[in-house]
């Protein structure tokens, strides 16, 4: 029986939403992304992968892997080169715990493919408030502030009591028990007392990323007024 | 046995923040509403009161009750003059159905207690895809598109997967059997398969417009550069 | 200790129900799958064998498996000739993303095995609407549109509102956080807003396609009669 | 505060799908029912209405009332005539419980608003099975059964291995403990070994109603052809 | 460190309850059940294991695993003679689908190990409802119906309404999606429209069988009186 | 429109199971009590009620409840002579405290209803273990203990590790937080280590009761044999 | 039919476990409540009432009332002297907002119905966290710090972080969304990445101030040697 | 791209809260762990690392391995001498079953790292009471019990009912079907009807060690007053 069905690119989101269509690997295999790689490599453009496990990356052609900055931790690949502008940044992405990095660097990376540069503050959750409160001054000036963080999902609450700037919590599955799927971590940024405060899914820091580029290119193109407001 | 204990507002909220206290209403008495919206009469403060049901409402001592903009679809009420800016509105509010009014409404009233225009387009669910195509161009140009549904909560993945500025979902408890709580309408808004997507808790208008507030601060404070990303 | 317990096969289920009884593959051995082809190749029947994933299809008598169609996207396995009549199809099998190929596969495959021709059309999610809005004409003439999505499942509600045949929803379990398992593109689609939207169990293919058999067996079996209605 | 905005009825959906917009009367007032009646005796349109509790009804303009067509069990209104056709029904609605008839009453006023008659076997539930053996020659001549049920919701399962036209599951929230809210009879049929059967949210006997008018109507439109699958 | 604590068997069960204490394998290792088997056999007493699945059984020290009686479907092993009596038994187990054999035969090799006979009745779930009243007659003469199902779990509501013994519903977790872990063939269960069904734990043959040994031992030691009831 | 339809009482009931049907009320009118009742009473037949609230048995033609023995605890009422058996009870239901009484008496009617004996007793739950250990010696005569327990459920686990005979659980819907539904107690029963536990739904003492019958019945319909096991 | 049970109280509690008895009125009728006082007023017995509701508290025979000194916000009522000692208190309670005050004073009354002073801190939610800072070195001070927070329940996790007493966390049943039944709230307090946080059911002030208790009751009996931990 | 963030270690802990940070190995690589030991070595300061499985542990550096006190069931390792106080132990650690060990062991090693002894009691849960009941004097004496229980989770509550200290549930995820993750024996404990008992996440026997270090360090550091309570 022959495959006479194909797939459908979305090759008009660019110019819809202002990113390009993103390879999520987790339900590919390595043909399907050696092919999505070359295709790109042909026609000169840009590719951001996201969830490119090391063992799939690993069984990818190694003519195309040379092509692709990978990063094990946030297992994230990217085709085309990465030139962060200079400017002091504008987003801070700040971690509760050490298990919180692959995903932080998740968003971090998908920042990075749009030349948008980061500011990384890692394993400063509420367990030891000290390591926060060192660093309210700097984050009070940032546009975006992305809290990734599992457990009990404490970060995110204090977080946007803190900074008057967009917070974007990004719960992580990890720890065990009640906490093993992030569903807690979810809730508990769902439910904060703190006004304000937006949600993505569990460890979905490229979605993250996402609202914070589409915050960043609506200030790119509308100067704000002057109404007064706030 | 003596009431020795005592509440303990925020005081630098606005300052930290860039916005107000706000009186949820829902666990407080008549008596401590009227006492709060006394002190603030005196004080020569705005107050926006949040979650403050008509019966509820109608318990208020009626001499304070007149100072009061109540809005009884959202169960709102502003203390103080609301003059919106005539500038053409950044924020959009659009709702699935007739049944989120209710929630869109409290996120409308939260944006115009801070001075800020919005565009409502109500009942535009995808059950009648037409009826959102039609304002895809005028919603393309907003900085924030705050989108409110309840039941399978459909709407704001098509949103997100239309226009560029932030989208904010807001999850509704409407409906009946796995809609009834909202969180059909939430888990649907944060699986979204459209990037960048952002949520609030259910029925959190409020949230929402704290959120939308957050950014358009933001914008205010400080004028984009032009590191040319996008 | 004997095995003086035995299975009792479905005999008549072809004459009451109007189709054969499926192999399940997903809780047999090798053993006992070996075993039900044999017996169906001594007494000349076709087979619909499902599940049937790649390790256990290899580690089946390869004589046998020389005469089993194996799909090795869906996981499906058919045993005698598939000779689809060429009249144009009367039902359409729509996903919402590339990973959701291997459950409407299943369906299309059942369809298949009952000489039943279908229109694929894959990848046309929300995301991207216009990929969809693209088909809207084609669709709006078929009998049956069976929809598969994961993720948030927004595909059924917007087929459903798009189109006048009858709906199947089929959600699938792909992504990750709350989308996971499948429940919230299930649920999505049970609480759609669009009338008349029918579901089946996550992942459930194989049952779309029987459901869509049972109302195309019901169109040829009874002509309908000039009632009036609709 | 004026309320400048407004509702956007899906004025085309008969020409699209092929039957009304329903008005769901949970979440409207009576006030706002009283005019979407007057809007449609002024228009001389007819109108199904759906959940409009008895207290709800009786707080409606009793002139506007007197033309409704009130079924106290199903909580459902129709304005305009009902002439059911005279043929015999191809549609059984059964019940196993005589708690689930205001459910099933609610798919047969839908379809009754159609023009298209139902034939209706209620409590005949397997806890006596006979009394659904009883009913299965005639029942297996139905193009479509519509089995509604709540607590363990066996009905649908037993019905899909007995008859071969389309079967659809209406879950009822009935009962107590872990029938209370009806997700048991929902997950029953979902997950159920019978092939085919198709299932929608609990006590959404409307939604029954047009998924069967989606069915007829397609049988209406397009003679089968003679394609011998089956 | 040393290993300073010890474990505490429950030596007075047999006096106490009527049963043995059996050994749950799941959470042991290989070495710690040699020494549980080697105990036994010094000590010249029977021994019941159960969830030894073939990995472990084939770790066990061979010396001794030859004293055992391994069943692979049901993953048990009994040490000890096993003789069954001869007359007709009381007990039966019966069982929806194929999947559903490996839970009724830990409930069957329970019973065996206490020398009590059972009549085994596999594959007879209510799609084809057929298989089962075949078997009515003989049911209904049966003390004691064990009755064990996945899926959506039918089969013992069905046969509660059916016979007069005991009904004992065991859940498998056996399907997909929403069947997946069994709880759907549990609440099921639970809720029950047939009076008198009981329940127990997903997969847990073993105590269906000991709640079966329960009634049988009571009805041994305390023979009935002429009461009246019933 | 005509009520054209009709219930399906199970009039063979007592024949095939030894119980008759039971009028449930909670989902029934007072109007629709009063006929049962009253057609009860011309065939002479006895009738158990459950689930009859005070209010409503209020709202009962008052001639009519004259004839029931209504019991305030339990909301059953019964119909005809309640002459128990003078035999000591093979029976016992015990609940861990006074809230389960409700539930432990609905249990207690149900058998009575039936002529049979039970000794109660009621609030020994295990946060005071000494006054169960009071009762063990009466308990392990007897031949069915049924317990009653909501919160966290101890007791039924604690009693079939004390008993032989057959310990059936009645989960009860009382306490607060995670006990509020009786979901707590529910688990307990079923994860519970104690062999041959069997459990029945939330509140379900009617359950329990007819679980007892059935036993009661097989008891007295067929003398044990001789065959040795226990 | 004669009431022929009775309850039975725990009479030896007080020298087992170092408290009383205390009635939990939620499931009480008000005559219940009356002899429980009436028979403690008897016998010279001081008595701790729990969950009494205005409604209920207004429903007790005056006489009675009258010796109860009741607490309207937490619903308890207390028979006997107060006599709370002058000692600086050992123990805190602290919540996050004003709607969790209900259920700190439970704890608090608890306490001080055992003579023990309690330091009370409220609304100092981590939304504004300089509130709570402010307390700290007071708080480093305390034996115990009980934690009583709804919506996110961030403040436990952060209060384990800061002081090294026992830190009991108290969730509560506050807010809306996945907020309303406070499982969030509970969630959050047992991920807790803080270390050595305990945690009681959603709503439970009593079971914490018994808990706080215990610990008291334990450093009273016991005087700690020299053995230099910590 | 540069790895240009970094971690921050909680350095004021043992200061503040009275005890080190634990390195949680579960989500850390053999090498990170060899880093942290290697330092720890370095500082010459003790460590305690937790969830450090027998694979990971394996392939650390053997080098640094042999510094270190490893313990298999609970997957601990300790840096330093470890030198239990011979006083009598004030902590008992109490568990249901075997399974429970591996879990009660990482409370027993994290006080062990803190020189304090405690009483390890295993495998006496309810299904066999009378194991428990012979201990009851001995655990009336402790300061604090540590209950570690999965399944049914019943120990908890019987123990709270029988000891006047401090009692801690630690659930176990043991068992399978509802009770596969713990959450029964989790909720089990938070509903118990025996008050003061307090609860920590499932599986965190490291927890339930720091709250006991906690109350530990507060009776050191504090010498109770004699203010007479309790």
Known sequence: MDSDWDLTPDTSR?????????????????????????????????????????????????????????????HTAILGHIAVAEDPPRVAIVTGGSSDVRVAREAA?????YRIGVREIYDVGVAG??????HVDELQDMSIVITVAGMEGTLPSVMAGLVPGLVIAVPVATGYGVAADGT??????????????????????YGAGCAALRMLNVMQRRPPGGEGYG
């Open 129 to 134: 408030l000290w390591r926060l409160l060192e």
């Open 109 to 113: 990376r998908t920042l990075q493919y």
């Open 14 to 74: 660019k110019q819809r939403l202002g990113f390009d269509e993103t390879i999520f690997c987790a339900s590919k295999t390595p043909d399907q992304i050696n092919r999505l790689v070359q295709g790109a490599l042909k026609a000169e453009e840009t590719l951001l992968l996201t969830r490119l496990g090391q063992k799939k990356f690993a069984g990818l052609s190694s003519e195309l892997a040379d092509f692709l900055d990978y990063d094990q931790v946030s």
């Open 184 to 205: 807690t971590a979810l809730n508990s940024a769902l439910a904060s007392c703190a006004p304000g405060l937006v949600v993505v899914n569990v460890d979905n820091g």
